[in-house]
């Protein structure tokens, strides 16, 4: 079922691919979900960028994306600093990236665990950026949630900078795309590492 919807990820618009893997990615049993994530922090981890990066901007993980709290949390012990994203403004879907040091400080926004607006981190701070995605494509494009906020953060930030963080099944061959749309640097996964081909 999976590989089958994999290949036909083509015919099928970004609103239809978002309902059917997030239903994928809901039903995959919590210690399968662990044991992925820590393969995935382990890659993470090893990465040369994230070695050399003071700070490191996560995303709070729900709804089954790959896990992140862990990786946040390693980050710090480690002497990194960390950055969430948090909304600005939800009219214009304005997000920033805020200093982050402990998720009992976080404001809840739209069911999403964020740092306060304080302590904004600018984008040339920030040594590495982690994303979340619901489908990821071998050419590193990904279909977030529909909202746009990482997307227009994202603008002019260099790609090797932007790590994609998935279960292999959220790789597909290709997505549909949008004229706006632009890839990340590279996908990790439990099974491998995808880069953005030149």
């Known amino acids: 079922m999976k590989q089958e ?24 049993a919590p210690d399968l979900a662990a044991s992925e994530s820590k393969k995935i922090l382990g890659k993470l981890e090893n990465l040369p960028i994230y070695q050399k990066a003071k700070t490191i901007m996560f995303y709070q993980s729900v709804r089954g994306e790959v896990n992140t709290q862990e990786m946040i949390s390693r980050a710090l012990k480690n002497g990194k600093k ?39 981190i600018s984008k040339d701070e920030i040594g590495l950026i982690v994303v979340p995605g619901i489908v990821f494509d ?24 932007i790590v994609g963080l998935a279960y292999d099944f959220q790789i597909v061959n290709k997505v549909a795309r949008e004229e706006f749309d632009e890839p990340l640097g590279m996908i990790i996964s439990g099974k491998r590492i995808v880069k953005q081909k030149n």
Do not use: H
């Open 5 to 28: 919807l994999a290949n036909a990820c083509m015919d099928l618009d970004k609103k239809e691919l978002r309902n059917r893997f997030l239903k994928m990615r809901e039903t995959i």
């Open 82 to 120: 960390a950055a969430l994203p948090a909304i600005i403004d939800k009219n214009k879907r304005i997000m920033g990236a805020f200093a982050f040091c402990d998720f009992s400080a976080c404001d809840t926004v739209m069911g999403i665990k964020q740092p306060k607006i304080e302590n904004e």
């Open 138 to 161: 071998e050419d590193c494009y990904r279909v977030g949630y529909g909202r746009g906020y990482f997307d227009r953060w994202l603008k002019g930030i260099a790609k090797e900078k």
